[in-house]
């Protein structure tokens, strides 16, 4: 089957080595490795090098992981939610991670999306009023050069001036070196614009890493985290704890914790659902509101999004009344209700 932009996640298991996620590791994260203690060095690897457990393919493995295909407007758009669209703008990324949901199209490296394919986009923003937000995603955004963000940015905000845009990315992590002034003045001219960042470890973190969260902020630029659970990486909840109050510290909100995807060539990393949930029992009483993410997975044919949280939180309901009256497990460990009556 050839693999095009109309089909590429209906990529079926036997064809996956013949589309294998490239390799590639930016200087910026060659850096973070070498910098980094033994334990954090393997952590930091572990992510971005090739493995052979990659050929493994699992039969409830998928190249289309959240089910996106029944939600594309264009090969580039995805209209899942009412109020907001994925925009997939490129298939190239500064870095490789090797647990990449879309591996199909990453495997690719398809070009930045071109003025025919980003009108419609606008298009369909303009003609479509409830729509509120985009990802502007891939792929990596940042990974086509100043002209390419420019014009993409640029034409979402001609297309509507209250659309809020959520630039996800890499970048900050792997190519903290492209956050120059034209860059965070691009950004700062597209507000409403929130950064979100992909950070998955505290040894992420580094000085030039750092530094370009901090420019953003000068430039009134907003910034919310978002994190994957990989085994062998952040599996404990010690590792989650230091990063997100150090995320917090730093000014980014964290902003969730996913269970990883059930993505082709992933299974090694992925942490069973039990243990998973363990740690996340840790998470809920260590960190505040301020610092904790939502935990959340992305439910398998199109499902969407779905609170973790919510099956922690079943543990502790003893009774539900039709009135909306409760009793619970509070965190003190005693049993309270909570009456809905006036």
């Known amino acids: 089957m050839l693999i095009d932009n109309n089909n590429w996640r209906k990529l079926r298991a036997c064809d996956h080595s013949k589309y294998a996620q490239p390799i590639l590791i930016s200087h910026a994260f060659q850096k973070l490795i070498r910098d980094a203690d033994e334990k954090d060095k393997n952590a930091l690897r572990k992510q971005v090098e090739f493995s052979s457990s990659e050929k493994k393919v699992g039969n409830f493995e998928t190249s289309d992981p ?12 995805v209209h899942q939610y009412d109020n907001r669209v994925l925009l997939l703008s490129t298939g190239k990324c500064l870095a490789y991670c090797r647990y990449c949901f879309r591996r199909g199209f990453t495997a690719r490296q398809e070009s ?11 298009d369909y923003i303009a003609n479509n009023p409830q729509v509120e937000e985009i990802l502007v995603s891939g792929g990596d955004p940042m990974s086509g050069g100043f002209k390419n963000l420019k014009r993409v940015l640029t034409a979402l905000r001609k297309a509507s001036d209250k659309l809020i845009i959520r630039l996800c990315t890499r970048s900050p992590i792997f190519a903290p070196e492209l956050f120059t002034n034209e860059v965070l003045e691009l950004l700062e001219d597209c507000r409403p614009l ?33 994190t994957v659970l990989l ?17 917090t510290v730093l000014g980014i909100k964290p902003g ?3 269970q990883l995807d059930l993505a082709a060539g992933t299974s090694h990393f992925r942490m069973p659902l039990n243990r998973a949930m363990e740690i996340w029992k840790v998470l809920e009483r260590k960190l505040s509101g301020l610092s904790r993410p939502q935990f959340a997975v992305d439910l398998p044919n199109g499902g969407g999004k779905f609170s973790l949280s919510a099956l922690s939180l079943s543990d502790k309901i003893l009774e539900k009344k039709d009135d909306g009256s409760f009793t619970a497990i509070g965190s003190d460990g005693n049993v309270y209700e909570y009456s809905s009556a006036f």
């Open 256 to 258: 969730y914790l996913f």
């Open 231 to 247: 085994k062998g990486v952040n599996d404990n909840p010690e590792t989650l704890i230091r990063l997100f109050n150090e995320l």
């Open 112 to 122: 930045y999306i071109n003025d025919i394919q980003l009108e419609k986009v606008c």
């Open 66 to 77: 959240l089910g996106e295909q029944k939600y594309c407007i264009t090969p580039y758009l």
């Open 194 to 226: 929130w950064l979100i960042p992909h950070i998955n470890h505290p040894a992420e973190l580094g000085e030039a890493q750092r530094l370009a969260f901090s420019n953003c902020q000068r430039h009134c630029i907003s910034i919310q985290s978002q």
